[in-house]
């Protein structure tokens, strides 16, 4: 009859005080058949599991992320999605089956710069990181400004995958437009004031002087204007 092996694992401190980890084999010594003894192969896996520990953590690090992670193949045609994590589905709405070896390109729209598209492709073509806003587009057709950095990922030397992080800045985006819109616009009318108008005025002087063009400027006073001024603020 056949006499059964055993096999599990097994942790335990060694000197130093250091845990180490092994896969344990018993095999039975059978004698003129009886099982004599056991023969025991130990085999120490503690980097294995030391890796798989890191991996576990990792992997919990980008499920908690509230940035986008996508993680995309360079070696395939189309560089096709890997990987993304929940928060990429929270702020794009596309599932991760969704995306799934599909090109991350599908996030253009009309409105997305073409230098930015080329930016990023050559980015990827030359294997280097990079960092860039850019207009892209949620499932539904809805726009929103994406803070995108790239980094590429090496094996052996060899860059195989990207990494990208995104996360949704359009809250930011509008609120760095409506300042710099009311710094250059009066409140009450919404007409370009004195500091838009200095700000022109110094840029078409210096484009004038680049194409050795004369400019002209014309002031207009405006008769009984100071008391609406005087009354109503400027």
């Given at each position: 009859r056949g006499y059964p092996r055993s096999d599990f694992s097994m942790a335990f401190t060694v000197a130093g005080g250091t845990l180490q980890y092994f896969d344990v084999?018993?095999?039975?010594?059978?004698?003129?058949?009886?099982?004599?003894?056991?023969?025991?192969?130990?085999?120490?896996?503690?980097?294995?599991?030391?890796?798989?520990?890191?991996?576990?953590?990792?992997?919990?690090?980008?499920?908690?992320?509230?940035?986008?992670?996508?993680?995309?193949?360079?070696?395939?045609?189309?560089?096709?999605?890997?990987?993304?994590?929940?928060?990429?589905?929270?702020?794009?709405?596309?599932?991760?089956?969704?995306?799934?070896?599909?090109?991350?390109?599908?996030?253009?729209?009309?409105?997305?710069?073409?230098?930015?598209?080329?930016?990023?492709?050559?980015?990827?073509?030359?294997?280097?990181p990079a960092s860039i806003t850019i207009r892209s587009y949620r499932k539904n057709g809805t726009p929103f400004w994406n803070q995108l950095f790239l980094s590429p990922v090496s094996d052996d030397g060899e860059v195989t995958h990207f990494i990208a992080v995104m996360n949704d800045i359009s809250e930011k985006k509008e609120q760095d437009q409506e300042l710099a819109y009311q710094a250059t616009h009066d409140v009450l009318t919404g007409l370009a004031n004195r500091s838009l108008f200095v700000d022109r005025l110094h840029h078409d002087f210096q484009l004038a002087r680049r194409h050795n063009k004369l400019m002209a400027v014309l002031f207009i006073d405006l008769d009984e204007f100071k008391p609406i001024n005087d009354t109503l603020g400027h």
């Open positions: 084999t018993f095999l039975p010594i059978v004698v003129d058949g009886r099982v004599d003894g056991v023969f025991g192969i130990a085999k120490n896996i503690s980097s294995r599991v030391e890796i798989q520990k890191q991996q576990r953590i990792m992997q919990r690090s980008l499920e908690a992320s509230s940035n986008a992670v996508v993680i995309f193949d360079v070696r395939k045609s189309g560089c096709p999605i890997d990987y993304v994590n929940p928060a990429f589905t929270q702020i794009t709405g596309y599932s991760a089956a969704e995306v799934r070896a599909r090109s991350l390109e599908f996030l253009i729209g009309e409105n997305t710069e073409k230098v930015d598209v080329d930016f990023i492709r050559a980015a990827v073509d030359e294997q280097r």
